[in-house]
């Protein structure tokens, strides 16, 4: 099987049509997730801070099942992975840590979201029960299907001789951006309801309990790894992710006024994700492998990584822009134009490319370095570190280019 980047041009050739294959696909998910936020008006206004909860519900869902993808890629390509579905196998562990982090990190996400809007004057409206209920139970309809979709790429690469380093990270990522904005917004409905709101939460609460204990004392030993491992990598995320949420509920106004941006924003971040998740996957893959020395300064292999994805970054980011214009158009959203939202596209994704490159490789080497699994830690930090400055990013091209 391919492994790094110590491959024949056509090996390459390969490598970067699957790549641009599954970016391609990822685009287009994730716009039809932005159009769904951008025709959620709605309910954005009726229950403000639900868009403070949005990048840290989305950026969850590729952490937990982007690390796990490429835990599995690692696996496959050290001759570890099998497709057996005894509890004690590499899928099934891995399966069953996603799922009760994805329990519990839904649970901190929510009771970190409402202590920060408390914080900041935001989402007065919104009770604590009304983010656990959203953020859990939007969490989990959203995992579970990404649980399934992320099982069948992983047997179908193994399958195809794909390689899950290259479909995995970004059609998970980007297939989280479709499903968590739906599922959030479904299971807003059952917010706001008194009784069974605070009932819904307070079960959910004993339930979370639960599992955080029986996780930390199971007896299989992957499993409670990764569990271990994980937990304060997401915390971290968690963190980052609600001061991305801030930014952008502080421009909930702006934005509906401009609802092109809300459908470029999922694709937006979601691409820029992907990279990062694919160069994580890829340089944790090298590491574990022996192909390279986890330096601090990085190999020829790895600068080779990094030029093949910057170069695709562009084309993607451009496309991005193209899409959410004629999606917007199509669905009747407003849009500053096809030019200007290529030109906020390309511009913050120039400069998110560089910090996800930056980040990805330092983060993936330092956890190796320092014996800590960087599958479990390379996608959360990417990709939730990608989501505060992409927000950022994407504030400023809008200034820049006159949209506010």
């Known amino acids: 099987m391919r492994t790094g980047w110590f491959v024949s041009p056509s090996l390459r050739a390969v490598d970067s049509r699957q790549r641009f294959v599954a970016l391609i696909i990822g685009v287009l998910v994730a716009s039809s997730g932005g159009l769904i ?37 690692t696996a496959a390509h050290t001759g570890t ?23 519990i990190s839904s649970l901190v996400l929510a009771i970190l979201a409402k202590g920060t809007a408390s914080a900041f004057g935001l989402s007065s409206a919104m009770t604590l029960a009304d983010f656990i209920v959203i953020s859990v139970i939007g969490g989990l309809l959203s995992s579970i299907v990404l649980a399934v979709i992320t099982i069948v790429l992983s047997v179908g690469s193994v399958k195809f001789e794909w390689d899950l380093d290259n479909v995995v990270a970004p059609l998970v990522t980007t297939t989280g951006d479709l499903l968590t904005v739906p599922s959030l917004i479904l299971a807003s409905y059952l917010a706001d309801r008194s009784d069974l709101t605070n009932g819904l939460a307070l079960f959910i609460a004993i339930v979370s309990a639960v599992v955080l204990i029986s996780s930390f004392k199971t ?26 949420g801030f930014v952008v509920e502080r421009r909930l106004k702006d934005l509906l006024e401009v609802e092109a941006i809300l459908v470029l924003l999922p694709a937006f971040l979601g691409i820029a994700g992907a990279l990062g998740g694919i160069l994580s996957s890829r340089l944790s893959t090298q590491f574990h492998l022996g192909m390279d020395d986890a330096s601090p300064l990085p190999s020829r292999s790895s600068l080779r990584g990094v030029i093949d994805l910057s170069a695709m970054a562009v084309p993607m980011f451009i496309f991005s822009g193209v899409i959410a214009h ?79």
């Open 37 to 73: 936020l951008a025709s959620a008006e709605t309910t954005l206004t009726k229950l403000p801070g639900l868009l403070l909860l949005l990048p840290g519900a989305i950026a969850l869902r590729g952490n937990i099942f982007g690390s796990m993808g490429s835990r599995l890629g």
């Open 81 to 103: 992975f099998g497709l057996s579905y005894r509890i004690e196998s590499v899928l099934i562990q891995n399966l069953l840590a996603s799922g009760s982090l994805s329990l």
């Open 326 to 404: 004629l999606i917007s158009l199509g669905a009747g959203q407003s849009t500053p134009g096809v030019v200007k939202l290529v030109l906020i596209s390309a511009i913050a994704g120039s400069i998110a490319t560089v910090f996800v490159c930056v980040v990805a490789y330092y983060t993936t080497m330092s956890s190796f370095r320092f014996g800590l699994d960087p599958d479990t830690y390379g996608i959360p930090v990417v990709t939730s570190s990608l989501d505060l400055v992409g927000a950022l990013t994407v504030i400023l091209a809008m200034v820049l280019t006159g949209v506010i």
């Open 219 to 244: 007896s299989l030993d992957r499993f409670r790894r990764i569990f271990r491992q994980s937990i304060p990598v997401l915390g971290f995320a968690v963190v980052l992710d609600l001061i991305a």
